[in-house]
């Protein structure tokens, strides 16, 4: 038995090649998260426990929540945080890690951020029209290979700390606005609002803006070039998707990942009106075979 082991969320790659490059360099084994969501309860065997996923809104994706939120026996165990982010940082990311694995009887030893490129959506802004939109944000060849050489530099410091076991390093980022920003309560009310408007859900939920991410997936469509290969169900972490009619369906339980729409051989899944002239992103080092194979069993 591996005496590490990673657990990865990855949608576009951009985790998944940290995950994996940490993976080999610490003889660890790697382990979607999403193939332990049917558990109730995950026992931890391994002395290093590494999570590696990206960033959502300055905070942890709902599936990764809920997995640290399952874990059992990890007082003496070595547990670790990646997070990876495209923009300005990790925000509270790593603070709301460690306080979630402290529920749990555990320690959170350290939390890393590491920039990957950008492969998320921006708003939109028409001044003709008050409606907003969104948008990928793509960036450039030269930005996303700084990116990647930034990371080969820190991916040695991060394996070294693990290595030697030292603690007490958290990053964050805009500590201060965004502290604020969840005592007044401003994510569950005007960032709901907002989010559900970009992806055209106008039912009524009381479920937080965390929560509420599960139906961002009614934003997304095929469009005419759709050719019926099924990538993208076969591609999607939770199962949200099946093919039915020959294109495909959305069952709003969605991490909001956007590996269907980015990992679409012909671009035909978009996101809102604004995307089809748009050019995906995944990583390069990163094949959909990696992420399908790794996703199997999953889907219910």
């Known amino acids: ?12 790659g ?22 332990l969501e049917a558990s109730d309860d995950i026992r931890v065997s391994e002395n290093i426990l590494g999570l590696v ?4 809104h300055s905070s942890l994706p709902n599936i990764v929540r809920r997995f640290v939120n399952k874990l059992e026996n990890i007082q003496e165990t070595y547990v670790f945080g990646v ?3 495209g923009g300005t940082g990790p925000g509270l990311t790593m603070m709301n890690l460690k306080e979630a694995i402290e529920n749990r009887q555990g320690e959170l030893a350290a939390g890393f951020a590491v920039r990957m490129p950008y492969n998320y959506i921006i708003p939109s802004l028409n001044f003709g029209n008050p409606i907003i939109r969104v948008k990928l944000n793509t960036e450039s060849q030269e930005k996303q290979q700084t990116k990647f050489s930034e990371w080969n530099k820190r991916f040695e410091e991060i394996v070294k700390f693990v290595e030697q076991r030292e603690t007490g390093f958290f990053e964050a980022s805009g500590e201060l606005i965004l502290n604020v920003i969840d005592r007044l309560g401003l994510r569950d009310t ?7 408007s970009f992806a055209g859900y106008n039912g009524e939920t009381l479920n937080s803006f965390n929560e509420n991410w599960r139906f961002m ?6 469009d005419e070039a759709c050719i019926t290969c099924g990538t993208c169900e076969k591609i ?3 199962g949200n998707i099946e093919m039915k009619n020959e294109k495909p369906s959305w069952n709003h339980k969605c991490e ?9 051989p012909k671009s035909a899944i978009q996101f809102g009106d604004k995307m089809k002239k748009q050019l995906r992103y995944h990583h390069p080092k990163v094949e959909s075979t990696d992420l399908i194979l790794n996703n199997e069993n999953v889907r219910t």
């Open 1 to 12: 038995m591996k005496l590490t082991a990673i657990y990865y969320f990855s949608g576009t």
């Open 14 to 35: 951009n985790s998944y090649a940290v995950a994996r490059d940490i993976s080999e360099k610490l003889d660890g084994e790697m382990i979607p998260i999403a193939k």
């Open 53 to 56: 996923f990206p960033d959502y």
């Open 83 to 85: 997070c990876t982010n």
């Open 190 to 196: 005007l960032g709901r609002y907002i989010w559900m």
């Open 217 to 222: 997936d009614y934003g997304f469509f095929a």
């Open 236 to 238: 999607c972490s939770v």
């Open 256 to 264: 909001h990942c956007f590996a269907c729409l980015q990992w679409c």
